[in-house]
């Protein structure tokens, strides 16, 4: 029985630990926010299609996602900013501790060559499926696709140089 005791202490600051990693623990502790109204997330689209050539007409306007930078900030700031640091520039205590450290998403010279289909599918299926480091957390089954891109949004937000989006 007090081997039992003993096995639990010793466990518990390893688990405490999984838990801030796999929770995505702030950089900082911030003072509390109240909650926001929470939104149904608009059904995500089946796949990325192609860029259409001729102007949409109104009905493709309505049907396309909405970028909301601020939401993904804040989701950013819970889930991401514990390993890439609250500005993108991945030093943290937690970073330190990574092999491979995290990528610095403030990095603009390497973050802007990456399309936001590379994103999407690092942030959705992790890092060891799209050959990256195994340590990325797949959030797909956590955050819907415009969660996602919205997350996408804020990230280009963060590069120095500043990001440019393609020209259509």
């Not at 639990?8 to 630990?17: D, I, M, Q, T």
């Not at 949409?56 to 890439?84: E, F, K, N, Q």
């Not at 603009?108 to 936001?116: Q, R, S, W």
């Not at 499926?129 to 959030?139: D, E, F, H, N």
Request: hydrophobic share 45%.
């Amino acid at each position: 029985m007090r081997r039992n005791r003993q096995v639990a202490a010793r466990l518990a600051p390893c688990l405490l630990a999984l838990v801030v990693l796999a929770c995505g623990a702030p950089e900082e502790a911030a003072p509390p926010s109240p909650a926001p109204a929470v939104k149904p997330a608009p059904a995500p689209a089946a796949e990325p299609t192609a860029a259409p050539t001729a102007e949409p007409g109104p009905a493709a306007a309505a049907s396309a996602p909405s970028i909301d930078v601020a939401a993904g900030g804040r989701t950013y700031a819970m889930l991401c900013a514990s390993c890439h640091g609250a500005n993108g520039n991945a030093k943290t205590p937690i970073a330190d501790t990574l092999d491979p450290r995290p990528t610095a998403h403030n990095n603009g010279a390497y973050m802007n060559g990456i399309p936001d289909e590379a994103l999407f599918r690092i942030i959705k299926e992790g890092g060891a499926v799209v050959g990256r480091s195994p340590l990325m957390v797949a959030w797909g089954g956590s955050l819907s696709d415009a969660e996602i891109r919205n997350v996408i949004a804020f990230i280009r937000t963060l590069a120095d140089p500043p990001y440019q989006p393609p020209a259509p």
